[in-house]
């Protein structure tokens, strides 16, 4: 938490002037050693572009999860792996798939994006243990699996991988934009063939012995995001990606502005323009623009107008095409918040 202690209750200025740091994922204790542990909101592995991700016959995507949450509605997926190359995606999430929460796998085959769920439990999930999840395409079907048991299937695409596409791959979110995965995500393995019933039962036995071949990615994510694969390119390393969250550090030097609320600085990031001011659920927020990636638009909090706390910055340049210049916000009939961008030429 970043908090500034102040001598006055007011909020009567907002003066700034700022640095430019990050908090990032964490590591815990997982199914297989150390685990990548995923807050849910901005931080994600992103992983650079190499052939081996594009198998062209078969396919298997499998990872140890243990999720915090589990999302309604068609928009809610987490997702667990997933490299975006248009109609020639692939990916792994849990979230909902025709109205009930699911295990899902999509797949550019045969010139046609496809995809599918089969029904997985959000009990299941959310018993605070680590559950395998692995979906395998061979050409004829997509077989879905749970903690090593065959739990779907779909024979609605068959045909070969489409493997056009150079962009990252992602664990945890969708282009590190949306989607964001929340809890632990241990061992996911990518292979360029369909994983056998035998050889996913053996796997979620979780004793280390399970097959290796064929395996074109493999992120143990213990302790660190090697690449574990033997064909992998050892030059190309994924990355903890998240979206900025100002950090006030903890001695502050006498030279900075201690006001009501100051942006850590000085810095080159020209934080200005307040807006949308709003008591909503318990809190106060407040936004301001300031230049992280170009014009962005920072979120703070607080209970009480002394004690603040920022939030990650979600409105960005990456994330709206554009960035923000402007905005307000209200309370709708629904009582839910809503801010609206006014663009400025």
């Keep these: 938490m970043n908090i500034l202690k102040l001598n006055v209750a007011v909020f009567s200025s907002l003066l700034f002037a700022v640095v430019d740091t990050a908090a990032g994922g964490d590591y815990a204790d997982g199914k297989l050693g150390k685990a990548l542990i995923l807050g849910g909101n901005s931080f994600t592995v992103k992983i650079p572009h190499y052939a081996g991700l594009k198998p062209a016959k078969a396919i298997t995507i499998s990872a140890w999860i243990k999720p915090e949450r589990v999302g309604k509605g068609g928009w809610q ?150 690449n574990s694969a033997a064909e992998a390119p050892k030059t190309l390393l994924a990355n903890l990606e998240g979206l900025h969250t100002p950090v006030m550090p903890k001695s502050l030097p006498s030279s900075w502005l201690t006001y009501h609320l100051a942006h850590p600085g000085p810095d080159n990031v020209k934080p200005a323009d307040p807006n949308c001011a709003i008591y909503y659920g318990g809190l106060y927020h407040l936004h301001y623009i300031y230049q992280n990636r170009g014009h ?24 709206t095409g554009h960035g923000m210049y402007s905005g307000t916000a209200f309370l709708t009939k629904e009582v839910t918040a809503e801010t609206f961008q006014l663009p400025i030429s």
């Design 77 to 226: 997926w987490q997702q667990i792996y997933r490299k975006e190359d248009g109609n020639a995606r692939a990916l792994m999430a849990i979230g909902e798939y025709e109205k009930k929460h699911s295990l899902c796998f999509g797949l550019g085959i045969s010139g046609k994006y496809v995809e599918h769920g089969v029904p997985l439990e959000p009990a299941k999930l959310l018993d605070g243990k680590w559950h395998l999840v692995s979906v395998t395409f061979d050409g004829k079907a997509i077989k879905f699996y749970a903690d090593g048991q065959e739990i779907g299937a779909s024979t609605k695409a068959t045909g070969s991988i489409d493997t056009q596409g150079e962009a990252p791959a992602y664990i945890g979110s969708m282009k590190g934009e949306r989607e964001f995965f929340k809890g632990g995500i241990d061992d996911v393995r990518l292979y360029n063939r369909a994983l056998s019933t035998g050889e996913i039962k053996t796997m979620a036995l979780a004793d280390g012995k399970a097959a290796v071949n064929g395996i074109v990615g493999w992120w143990k994510l213990d302790g660190d995001l090697k």
């Design 296 to 319: 962005s638009f920072a979120h703070v909090t607080s209970k009480d107008m002394v004690h603040w706390e920022w939030q990650p910055t979600v409105l960005t340049p990456p994330a």
